[in-house]
């Protein structure tokens, strides 16, 4: 079975960097494009970009640049880090594998609560 | 961007009964390569996004014969033939035919 776990600073100040990382188990990092998702407070679901151990990565393009994903090998598991967030980035993030045949997001983590506030 | 909607964004059911969700697109799902990427997920209280069904209308294994996924071009729709308790959940529809994929704004299903 495939285990994803999300793990962040829980509490940011507006202008700074955020840094959050999944780690994976019971699958190989290089095999797929690993994911993430956020839900800001009693909102629907946002795809933020993908990464692949390879280097490359999309981002939606609301990041405006601000982000930057990687994958870490030895480790098994992906970053993300987005900077100069603002009370908008408040969220629930998520990170999830894409399974290309299908398109679609197949396994996701229990996600990690991120709040922007001075 | 392809925008996702929903119908109803709330839906109080009776238990035993049927339900049905609409999703609709802003354009065409139907990818180059002919198949359609529409997804469904559930997500119960307190918990991550469970997928349900993908490619339109494939059940994620595990998932019981009563979901349904169904639809073509850009309207699509989940059926739960007999609402259980344990379906009380948000259900988002999802499109991965073009990038950035979007996801609809929820169905909020519950019991009456």
């Known amino acids: 079975q495939v285990y994803l776990q999300e793990s962040g600073p829980g509490l940011v100040k507006p202008s700074e960097t955020l840094t959050l990382t999944c780690a994976v188990t019971?699958?190989?990092?290089?095999?797929?494009?690993w994911n993430w998702i956020r839900q800001p407070p009693d909102k629907g679901l946002e795809w933020i970009g993908y990464?692949?151990?390879?280097?490359?990565?999309n981002y939606n393009p609301f990041l405006r640049g601000r982000g930057t994903m990687s994958v870490n090998t030895s480790k098994n598991q992906f970053s993300l880090t987005l900077r100069s967030v603002t009370a908008a980035d408040t969220a629930l993030y998520y990170c999830a594998r894409y399974n290309g045949d299908y398109r679609s997001f197949d396994f996701w983590g229990q996600g990690t609560m991120v709040t922007v506030s001075s | 961007d392809v925008v996702m909607t929903q119908s109803p964004l709330s839906l109080p059911v009776t238990l035993g009964q049927p339900a049905s969700i609409s999703c609709k697109s802003s354009?065409?799902?139907?990818?180059?390569?002919?198949?359609?990427?529409l997804n469904w997920f559930q997500q119960r209280p307190g918990q991550s996004p469970r997928r349900l069904i993908y490619k339109l209308s494939t059940r994620d294994s595990g998932v019981p014969d009563r979901f349904s996924g169904s639809g073509s071009g850009t309207d699509f729709t989940l059926k739960i033939s007999r609402v259980e308790a344990e379906d009380v959940a948000v259900y988002y529809c999802?499109?991965?035919?073009?990038?950035?994929?979007?996801f609809g704004p929820g169905t909020k299903v519950d019991i009456k």
């Open positions: 990464t692949h151990y390879t280097g490359q990565s």
């Open positions: 999802m499109q991965g035919t073009h990038w950035p994929f979007t």
């Open positions: 354009q065409s799902l139907v990818h180059s390569d002919g198949n359609i990427y």
């Open positions: 019971g699958a190989s990092i290089t095999r797929y494009y």
